[in-house]
């Protein structure tokens, strides 16, 4: 009886394995054809919780809205200005004032997958180039 509960559980834990790489699958596929992550759907409270002093934080709105730049067009537009420097996260985040590094370094990869990013795995840094900065700019 034991094992089988023990096999259960493994096999509900490969599932929900699978279904997270599906998941990551339809999102870069969104990512290739909208050319940004797909907008997250909002929880009650979610935007509430995350205020602090009675302003909303870069967390409440990543993607911007039509009075505000997108996250995505603001990195864009800040590594735009020197295509050849290398960015480590924590600096786009002090420049951009971005409290939430981890959430900078998904988006960063995020956009290192979309292709509209480069990044150099030894240095950890993140960089659009030439190319790439006279396509956005």
Known sequence: MGETREKLRGLAGIV????????????????????????????EGSRTASRTHGQASEADDPEGTESSPSRRERVLNLLGQQPRRSWKVRDIARAL?????????????EYVRGGVVHKNHDTSTYFVGESTAQTFF
């Open 16 to 43: 929900r394995e699978l279904q997270k790489i599906q998941t990551s699958a339809e999102n870069l596929k969104y990512i290739a054809e909208h050319g940004a992550p797909r907008p997250r759907e909002s929880t």
């Open 97 to 109: 004032q971005i409290e939430n590094v981890k959430s900078l370094r998904t988006s960063m990869d």
